[in-house]
């Protein structure tokens, strides 16, 4: 088996960025994706103004996404802080996500999109830890 190239791992991670945007883009579409009942429901919270506490919750989602963008600028460049950085941004990201208030409406295309993302960034974090490719995150011992 051919060993996957620096190239080859950078393609597969602007893959797992891309569908994360495709997904993200295709939630535009509710409109014309969500059945009339789930759109009721959806126009019906574009009015109600959210509590405190969940404002608060809404904005502790932001180091997540600073720490997910570090992360992956990361492992564009091979930094060995990428790794533990990718799957602290993916914990607290998946911890925020459990207690971040109300419902998530997503039509069948952007979640099927959001689906790719996850099993692409899955294979992304397999990689870089459980192949020779994690050799690229060491660092480099400088000789004197």
């Known amino acids: 088996m051919k060993p996957m ?6 393609v597969l991670l602007t893959l797992s960025i891309a569908a994360l945007v495709t997904s ?26 959210p509590k405190a506490g969940e404002l608060v919750i809404s904005f502790l989602g932001i180091p997540g996404l600073i720490i997910a963008l570090v992360a992956l600028v990361g492992l564009y460049r091979f930094w060995p802080s990428a790794r533990w950085l990718s799957v602290a941004a993916w914990v607290y990201m ?21 689906q790719c993302s996850t099993l692409l960034v899955g294979m992304v974090l397999a990689i870089i830890y459980f192949s020779p490719a994690a050799e690229w995150f060491q660092r480099k011992e400088s000789n004197p």
Do not use: E
């Open 5 to 10: 190239t620096k190239k080859q791992f950078r």
């Open 24 to 49: 993200t883009v295709a939630g535009v579409f509710d409109s014309w994706l969500l059945p009339p009942s789930l759109l009721d429901y959806q126009q019906a919270q574009h009015g109600v103004h």
């Open 94 to 114: 998946l911890i925020w996500m459990c207690f971040s208030p109300g419902p998530i409406l997503s039509n069948a295309v952007a979640g099927a999109f959001s």
